[in-house]
């Protein structure tokens, strides 16, 4: 009997799967298939598991389809049947084993699925500068009623309807940032890895219709991140983790931004040099930082980033939301419904390119 194991009962309460993710999951299963349905708690938190349990490889070893949170070296050796897995995380880094890019089973991952939440942390890390918060929750602490910082010469307020926003990566989470504040008036200049495809930049707004073309402009190369480091007001690290893409952002592109801009990462922290931000927040050479991600997490306890005026931080959480599993769910079926059907590879949603990184 074909059979498909369900591995993601994450251990955290807000990603807990909701019973009706397996009851949708089996209907849509072909006929004489079999859905294993692993109760034991797992990690879902950054790439997925590190490990998997003794339940697992037992189940997988019969199993053509995996869905799991990220897929250990273990996990494919016990698998020698497996045609199809599926990581419910975005990033694919761990699991890229010499297992995974030697075997021709097909890997899908769930970047885009995180993409809303985590936009809209930036959009509220990029206001948070924008506004002034950082000025107010400062003042806040000392408490004082304090209207100084906002009402001295160059106070550094502004709106996202004056401000060219820099988006480094335009896949998932870039495309949903570049939205939602092209969708507030700003200018978007988006760098990428390859040639943007003819109306790529056509985002429907967050609301209403219409499209977003004229305002996001999707660049590539050295050039492009030259115009990004130099242009923006606000600057969205949103790349996959890849060898080429670790250190992306170091002390000469920092010294490029403006002294007013805004650096957010909510992609990887080794793809900043942390030591050079550092530097530039302490000696004020750019306006603030907002960080989700870190070269070293948990962030220890001594680093500078906790205590620095300039800088708000998250600790790893963009992602979060209770909106998560219909559509993590949706992809899941739409995808099973593909390879039910051996519908080609090539027209599936979320492929991982194992040679790419992403």
Do not use: C
Request: glycine share 10%; net charge negative; hydrophobic share 45%.
């Amino acid at each position: 009997m074909p059979r498909a194991v369900l591995d993601m009962m994450d251990r955290r309460p807000i990603w807990a799967m909701p019973r009706w993710v397996p009851e949708e999951i089996r209907a849509s299963l072909p006929p004489g298939w079999e859905l294993v349905v692993i109760e034991e708690p797992t990690d879902g938190s950054g790439d997925g598991a590190a490990r998997v349990a003794p339940g697992v490889l037992d189940a997988i070893a019969e199993a053509e389809v995996y869905f799991g949170y990220g897929i250990p070296a273990a996990l494919l050796e016990a698998g020698p049947r497996l045609e199809w897995v599926h990581s419910g995380a975005a990033g694919v880094a761990s699991s890229l084993t010499p297992p995974m890019i030697e075997r021709p089973v097909v890997f899908t991952n769930s970047a885009g699925i995180h993409a809303p939440p985590m936009a809209e942390t930036v959009l509220a890390m990029l206001l948070h500068f924008g506004r002034g918060l950082d000025f107010a929750l400062e003042a806040q602490r000392r408490g004082e009623w304090s209207k100084e910082p906002y009402y001295v010469a160059g106070a550094p307020l502004s709106e996202l309807s004056d401000s060219t926003v820099g988006i480094i990566g335009f896949g998932g989470i870039g495309r949903e940032v570049a939205r939602r504040v092209a969708s507030l008036g700003a200018r978007v200049i988006a760098v990428k890895r390859t040639p943007a495809r003819p109306g790529e930049a056509n985002l429907s707004p967050v609301a209403g219709g219409g499209d977003l073309g004229s305002r996001i402009e999707v660049v590539t190369g050295t050039s492009g991140l030259d115009a990004v480091y130099r242009e923006a007001d606000a600057i969205v690290v949103a790349a996959p983790d890849t060898p080429e893409t670790r250190g992306l952002v170091d002390r000469e592109a920092i010294a490029r931004m403006k002294p007013d801009a805004i650096l957010v990462n909510v992609a990887r922290g080794r793809l900043v040099d942390e030591d050079a931000l550092v530097s530039a927040l302490e000696e004020r050479r750019i306006r603030g930082a907002g960080l989700d991600v870190f070269s070293e997490e948990p962030l220890p306890p001594h680093h500078p980033l906790w205590t620095l005026p300039n800088v708000i931080l998250t600790p790893h959480v963009s992602a979060v939301t209770r909106g998560f599993w219909r559509r993590e769910a949706d992809l899941i079926l739409r995808n099973l419904e593909r390879y039910a059907k051996d519908v080609p590879v090539e027209q599936w949603e979320n492929v991982v390119d194992k040679r790419a990184g992403y």
